[in-house]
């Protein structure tokens, strides 16, 4: 069974190498280019969740770590209001990364509920996120956690790099959140 639970600043290196690991698993094959792939240092990620984890989350802005069994953080998502506009209506899922070698076994689906609790409780009616077009197993994941595929595109610049998305957005019952 998943836990969930906020990161420490301890977490940093482990954060780092869950992120570096995931995204050359998802976007080697085209999505981004190979030698942008091979380039990213878990060591300069970790750096940034170091920073990060220093301060603790602005108010409406979560983040969360799962573990697998043996206790190490296999995954982490964060979430806060869209565009980090803290006056937005609209929560967003910033980034949610599970290490591949712990794909398919519920973590990616534990954080995301976690998530999606915690733009819920901020008070947020709805959340958006935004997915590559071609990353076929977020998108079919996103979907079957009830979200829907909008008609609205862009290209943005993610950690130095320019790459198309794809919005997806879920309206959030807070009664049934809170109830549950
Ligand atoms: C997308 C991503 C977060 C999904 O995480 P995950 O941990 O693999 O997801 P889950 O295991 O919760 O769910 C995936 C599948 O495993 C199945 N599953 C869930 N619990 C399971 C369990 N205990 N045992 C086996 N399989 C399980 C689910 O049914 C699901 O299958 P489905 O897609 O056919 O419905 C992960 O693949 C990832 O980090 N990808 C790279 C980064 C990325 O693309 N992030 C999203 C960018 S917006």
Redesign the pocket.
């Known amino acids: 069974m998943a836990t969930v639970r906020e990161p420490t600043v301890h977490d940093a290196h482990a954060l780092g190498v869950v992120h570096v690991r ?2 050359q ?2 976007y080697r094959g085209g999505l981004m280019p190979d030698e942008y792939l091979d380039g990213l240092s878990a060591r300069d990620r970790a750096q940034m969740w170091a920073e990060s984890l220093q301060r603790p989350p602005r108010p409406r802005f979560a983040r969360y770590v799962t573990e697998d069994d043996a206790g190490a953080v296999v ?1 982490f998502i964060t979430v806060g209001p869209t565009d980090g506009d803290t006056d937005s209506e609209m929560g967003e899922v910033y980034a ?3 290490d591949p070698d ?9 954080l995301l509920k976690a998530g999606v609790r915690a733009l819920s409780d901020a008070g947020f009616g709805e959340a958006i ?3 590559h077009p071609g ?1 076929h ?2 998108r ?2 996103y979907e ?1 956690s009830g979200w829907d595929p909008e008609d609205c595109q862009r290209r943005q610049e993610v950690l130095g790099i320019e790459v198309p998305e794809v919005r997806y957005r879920l309206p959030l019952d807070q009664t049934a959140h809170r109830r549950s």
């Open positions: 995931a995204w698993r998802a995954g949610l990364n599970v712990a794909w398919g076994k519920g973590y990616g689906r534990t996120l935004w997915v990353n197993r977020a079919r994941f079957a």
